[in-house]
């Protein structure tokens, strides 16, 4: 099975900036759409940005003009960079694909997730 292997995570101060990594580790599956997610505690997990194999990118109204998405299909690894964190970005990311290999079928895995928290 596909797997995904996240880092880049860790504590930063309002208004710095992390990078976040997220690696698929099966070269034999087509990785389509991928995206990164967060959840915070007693809430569901949401949509933060996403990216299909052509580039084309979505954001989250909240992180418009300070997140951006990027990936390089030559290594299977899709990158965030976080620009202007604030508080309110603290929570769990999760790095999330949709793969595909004929005769197997779809796949939807899931990163281990990883801990952004900013401080004020």
């Known amino acids: 099975q596909v797997q995904l292997v996240e880092s880049g995570g860790g504590l930063v101060q309002a208004g710095g900036s992390l990078r976040l990594s997220c690696t698929a580790s099966?070269?034999?599956?087509?990785?389509?759409?991928m995206a990164w997610y967060r959840q915070t505690p007693g809430n569901q997990r949401e949509l933060v940005a996403e990216?299909?194999?052509?580039?084309?990118?979505d954001y989250a109204d909240s992180v418009k003009e300070r997140f951006s998405i990027s990936r390089d299909n030559a290594k299977n690894t899709m990158y965030l960079q976080m620009n202007n964190l604030k508080p309110e970005d603290t929570a769990v990311y999760y790095c999330?694909?949709?793969?595909?290999?004929?005769?197997?079928?779809?796949?939807?895995?899931w990163g281990q997730g990883t801990l952004v928290t900013v401080s004020s």
């Open positions: 999330h694909a949709e793969a595909f290999k004929r005769y197997f079928g779809d796949l939807k895995v």
């Open positions: 099966r070269t034999d599956f087509q990785i389509n759409t």
């Open positions: 990216i299909n194999r052509l580039g084309n990118r």
